[in-house]
């Protein structure tokens, strides 16, 4: 709690010389007080004015660039490389639930709605107690009977039993946030798994289909997102004009005019290039009857165009201005 109150330079200084050991265990300390929300709680203000009263305490700060910058300071940027993926492993072994209290709750129910009620249970048990009530109101009626009821059991659960169903919540989560990411066309092309994915993408069909498949069968999760980042909405321009055209054909005006709100211009352009000039007419004609779409409405149309890219893709009808 000290150290996060004192600005880089003061904290490297005080754990020069300290073992590395050491600068380890209170950097996972700090990683955790932080994630767990007590970075500008009461007690951490108090113990910290307790012990230093004369100095004045440091504003909010980024826990974790501070923990990035004391750790090379202290232990060289190697070691500090190392340690900080060590605190990712600690801190999710101390804590499976950590990452997961802070996702969205509809985000958080749509995920839930569909696994065991006992598991269900299990995460609305480990959940703030306004946040496992905002999940349990958005869950079906059938469902929450099911969670309260194994909720008030006595019926206990491992904590192995926990920790696999905390890594499946945040696998989900992981999943979902890379497909919102796709879709808006966010993706890093430095990305691992996007630069595996491209890679797949450009092999014959039958060689991919069998990577892809090995890689399913390993992590049926990681195998979805890589098919899906085989097409991003960033890649359209990059598609030849009779592939998208056989995509388009079919997708309504209304689900075109919503994908293309605040599309990047090359994009926009692409896609009204491969139209007829009557479905143009009947997207602008949607257009000027639109009022502030919801972000959410333009990313489910922009997932319907990739969901017919990402078929055409999977039977081997789509093609590249690049091949």
């Known amino acids: 709690m000290l150290l996060m109150n004192l600005d880089v330079t003061a904290a490297s200084e005080l754990l020069r010389g300290v073992k590395p050991e050491l600068v380890e265990e209170l950097a996972v300390e700090a990683a955790y007080l932080d994630a767990a929300g007590y970075r500008n709680s009461k007690e951490n203000m108090e113990f910290a004015e307790q012990f230093y009263r004369s100095l004045q305490s440091k504003g909010e700060f980024e826990v974790k660039d501070f923990l990035k910058q004391m750790l090379k300071s202290t232990v060289g940027e190697q070691k500090a490389e190392q340690i900080q993926i060590q605190i990712s492993r600690l801190l999710q072994k101390r804590d499976p639930f950590m990452s997961i209290r802070s996702a969205d709750s509809k985000v958080l129910s749509s995920i839930l709605e569909k696994e065991h009620p006992q598991a269900i249970a299990v995460v609305l048990t480990e959940m703030p107690t306004r946040k496992s009530s905002e999940i349990l109101s958005l869950l079906h009626e059938s469902v929450r009977v099911s969670c309260v009821r194994r909720m008030v059991s006595s019926e206990g659960v491992t904590i192995e039993a926990k920790g ?29 798994l996007r630069k595996v994915a491209v890679i797949l993408r450009n092999l014959g069909k039958e060689l991919r289909d069998g990577m892809l498949g090995a890689i399913k069968e390993k992590d049926s999760d990681a195998g979805k997102m890589v098919t899906d980042l085989m097409i991003v909405w960033e890649d359209i321009p990059e598609i030849a004009d009779r592939s998208l055209q056989e ?8 689900v075109l005019a919503l994908a293309l709100v605040k599309a990047d211009e090359a994009i926009a352009a692409k896609i009204k290039s491969n139209i007829s000039e009557r479905a143009a007419a009947a997207i602008e004609e949607e257009s000027s009857l639109m009022s502030a779409p919801k972000k959410e409405d333009i990313q489910k149309a922009r997932e319907e165009v990739l969901a017919k890219l990402r078929e055409m893709n999977e039977k081997g009808e789509l093609s590249f201005l690049e091949e």
């Not at 995509?247 to 209304?254: F, V």
Request: hydrophobic share 40%.
């Open 164 to 192: 696999r169903i905390a890594e499946m919540v945040c696998r989900r989560l992981e999943l979902i946030s890379v497909e919102r990411r796709a879709g808006e066309g966010a993706v890093e092309p430095t990305d691992s």
């Open 247 to 254: 995509a388009l054909r079919g997708i309504e005006a209304r």
